[in-house]
């Protein structure tokens, strides 16, 4: 039996949806305007920046959701490069919940955390100083959401901008039709509050050549523009040929492409299921298939008749859905093999299951 779940959410500017998280640093420092998320990377320019840069020098970070605290790397030796010299330096993660999904919040290029792992810590409650550890040019704090998991594969990681803002801020979000990577959105007038971190205001569509980066599930946006003071704008790109007018209230994240109904169509398995490969029998791959009914961490392993391990297929955590994981048998020699999935999920359910399958090569 299938539980089907279907929505028809009509999002028009009048009704805006509101931030999700709270600012995680002091209220008057706007995100860095020309290095947004979704941009080319500086020093790797077919992968994006995968969240915002927010100014704060030497100064308190704090949670932006209520949570516990997934993941602490700190290096108080390598006061330059921290805990991962050439990426995040020092970091802190984490995991908070969002609509009964789990949401991982990354602060990165830390001077000194101020939590341990799975402490709980409060929306607002200092959780480190922030500072210019690992690959930064500057001192600011590296803001990154990822949906789901911390693995941030499949377009999970998302644009902070359109979840937390200033105080008395909104933030516009939309779709450019047939915009390649990086098209220039230009909003006028100016809606930054100044001074003095932003020099000029446009959005660029996102690099969808990143595959971590993903649109926002609701909004489907393909650019935003944040920390946008209250008021009405015209939004152009393409010389034109997109061109919205959008008013923009304070605390409210609006769709600048204005009335439109957003159908899908969310499937959810009702239990946990293991089919039979296919195909079966088969010469070098194959796919196998399984459901799972709520976010668990997920085992996939190959045995032979005699119950010895030969491959493992999967050892990660995977959110609730239906998943098609391709096999390759090029190593092993004909015969049956044993497949076997062992799932835990977050609520303490188990489910393990297993099929044969048969080699013939
Ligand atoms: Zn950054």
């Keep these: 039996m299938k539980i089907f779940l279907y929505f ?101 290029h830390l001077q000194k955390p101020l939590v341990n792992v799975n402490d709980l810590v409060l929306t607002g409650q200092p959780i480190a100083i922030s500072g210019n550890t690992g690959r930064s040019t500057g001192a600011h704090l590296h803001f990154e959401i990822r949906l789901d998991y911390p693995q941030s594969t499949s377009r999970r ?20 039709p047939n915009a390649p990577n990086s098209t220039r959105v230009d909003i006028f007038p100016d809606p930054k509050p100044r001074p003095p971190y932003t020099t000029f205001s446009y959005a660029l569509t996102y690099n969808f050549n990143d595959p971590y980066i993903g649109s926002d599930e609701t909004y489907n946006e393909n650019y935003a523009i944040g920390d946008v003071k209250p008021g009405t704008y015209t939004i152009r790109s393409l010389n034109g040929a997109y061109l919205r007018t959008v008013s923009v209230g304070a605390g409210q994240v609006v769709n600048a492409d204005g009335s439109v109904s957003v159908p899908f169509d969310l499937e959810i398995p009702s239990d946990f299921s293991l089919e039979q490969n296919y195909p079966n029998p088969f010469n070098s791959t194959t796919v196998i ?5 709520e976010y668990g961490y997920v085992q996939l392993k190959v045995y032979d008749l005699l119950g010895r391990e030969v491959a493992t297929i999967l050892d990660e955590e995977k959110p609730a859905g239906e998943f098609h994981q391709f096999f390759d048998a090029n190593d092993l020699s004909s015969g049956i093999y044993i497949y076997q999935i062992s799932v835990t999920t977050s609520s303490g359910k188990n489910f393990i299951q297993s099929k044969k399958m048969t080699l013939i090569k």
Excluded at 8 to 31: G, Y
Excluded at 157 to 176: D, Q
Excluded at 289 to 293: G, T
């Design 8 to 108: 028809i959410i009509t999002v028009i500017s009048l009704q805006a949806q509101s931030f999700r998280l709270n600012r995680p640093v002091k209220d008057n420092v706007e995100t860095n305007g020309s290095y947004l998320f979704g941009e080319p990377r500086y020093q790797d320019p077919q992968n994006a920046h995968r969240g915002i840069d927010i100014l704060i020098r030497w100064d308190t970070v704090k949670s932006a959701s209520a949570g516990m605290v997934h993941f602490v790397g700190y290096n108080p030796n390598d006061t330059i490069g921290g805990y991962e010299p050439n990426g995040a330096g020092n970091y802190v993660v984490i995991k908070s919940q969002w609509q009964s999904r789990w949401i991982f919040i990354y602060y990165m």
């Design 157 to 176: 990681t998302k644009n902070p901008e359109l979840w937390c803002a200033i105080t008395g801020m909104g933030a516009i979000y939309g779709r450019v």
């Design 289 to 293: 298939s399984f459901k799972l009914q």
